[in-house]
Nanobody, 121 residues
Framework: QVQLVESGGGLVQPGGSLRLSCAAS????????MGWYRQAPGKQRELVAS???????IYADSRKGRFTISRDNAKNTVYLQMNSLEPEDTAVYYC???????????????WGQGTQVTVSS
């Protein structure tokens, strides 16, 4: 079994900051890319940021400069630091990871349960 557990969501005022965390656990042989998507009400899920295994980070254009993704490979954890939050950032944030399980050579994508971020005054 593999599990991704997210934390750090909540209610914040415009201009505020939040830090999301997502920890992977279970029978993991290797984690490839890790990152975050979000889904606002009535909209499709969209990429927020991705932390690649080669050390590069990819951001959706609107999040560049405000959001920072990082990962701690020793803890199998990915973080998303969100600054200067706007009401348009309100959404459920989902982490994902490309994971190869022990005894397997195949990567599967695993998702967290989602954490609500609400930006409102």
């Amino acid at each position: 079994q593999v599990q991704l557990v997210e934390s750090g969501g909540g209610l914040v005022q415009p201009g505020g900051s939040l830090r999301l965390s997502c920890a992977a656990s279970g029978n993991i042989a290797r984690i490839n890319d890790m990152g975050w998507y979000r889904q606002a009400p009535g909209k499709q899920r969209e990429l927020v940021a991705s932390a690649r295994t080669d050390g590069r980070s990819i951001y959706a254009d609107s999040r560049k400069g405000r959001f920072t993704i990082s990962r701690d490979n020793a803890k199998n954890t990915v973080y998303l630091q969100m600054n200067s939050l706007e009401p348009e950032d309100t959404a459920v944030y989902y982490c994902y990871a490309g994971i190869v399980r022990l005894g397997s050579f195949v990567q599967n994508i695993y998702w967290g349960q989602g954490t609500q971020v609400t930006v409102s005054s």
